[in-house]
């Protein structure tokens, strides 16, 4: 149980264009989502907090209107990064928390973006 | 805030030694929940264990053990008879309330 679905697992776009990653909870209602960030040989860091139906909070240096979060069901939460630039390329993994406090967090299988 | 430490950044083996890779972590909640991911050369996050902070019996699972002791804050992950294959990187993480703060990494090499 508790199973995280991401999609797509790695996606290379070209500069200027944006892209949208897909986190789903395939079997428990996902009341919080996390999205991670892994810049290569660094560790993860948290971009930004969405709970269902409400806007996402955005950690201190992540830009908000460049990394446009959407949580609107319970059992799924976008991520697009728009007009992506090179800089932009990195290791985006969500996580998911549930309703009931026993389910806990469970990561997505990640998705590696690369703009050129 | 929460913090984890994990203040080997790279381990070094020959294939069959033991390797003990260290996490400590820091709190001030009483209700957490510290986990272990591998990070292989191919990206992806493997799961590895996940401990909350009302259970400290220590856990063995194959070659993987696992020493939890909120005395001193630290979470130990142990290989026995490591192997080529273990080679990753391996992230100790430390989450409340949902959210993840991850320890740099260890990056474990075994050599043949």
């Known amino acids: 149980g508790a199973v995280v679905s991401q999609h797509p697992s790695w996606v290379i776009c070209k500069s200027g264009t944006s892209v949208k990653i897909e986190c789903r909870s395939l079997?428990?209602?996902?009341?919080?989502m996390f999205w991670y960030r892994q810049f290569p040989k660094q560790s993860l860091m948290l971009m930004a907090t969405?709970?269902?139906?409400?806007?996402?909070?955005?950690e201190q240096g992540v830009e908000k209107d460049k990394f446009l979060i959407n949580h609107a069901s319970l059992t799924l939460s976008t991520l697009t990064v728009t007009s992506a630039h090179p800089e932009d390329s990195s290791f985006y993994i969500c996580s998911a928390r549930g309703s009931e406090s026993v389910l806990g967090y469970t990561f997505g299988s990640g998705t590696r973006l690369t703009v050129v | 805030a929460q913090k984890v430490t994990q203040a080997q950044t790279e381990i070094s083996v020959v294939e069959k030694e033991d390797v003990t890779l260290d996490c400590v972590y820091e709190t001030r909640d009483t209700t957490y929940y510290l986990f272990w991911y591998k990070q292989p050369p191919s990206g992806e996050l493997v799961f590895l264990i996940r401990r909350n902070s009302f259970d400290e019996q220590n856990e063995i699972s194959g070659r993987y053990s696992w020493n939890f002791q909120k005395s001193t804050s630290s979470f130990n992950f142990t290989i026995t008879a490591s192997q080529v294959v273990d080679s990753a990187v391996y992230f100790c993480?430390?989450?409340?309330?949902?959210?993840?703060?991850f320890g740099d990494g260890t990056t474990l090499t075994v050599k043949p």
């Open positions: 993480a430390l989450s409340v309330r949902g959210k993840s703060t």
């Open positions: 969405s709970n269902e139906g409400s806007k996402a909070t955005y």
């Open positions: 079997d428990f209602q996902a009341t919080t």
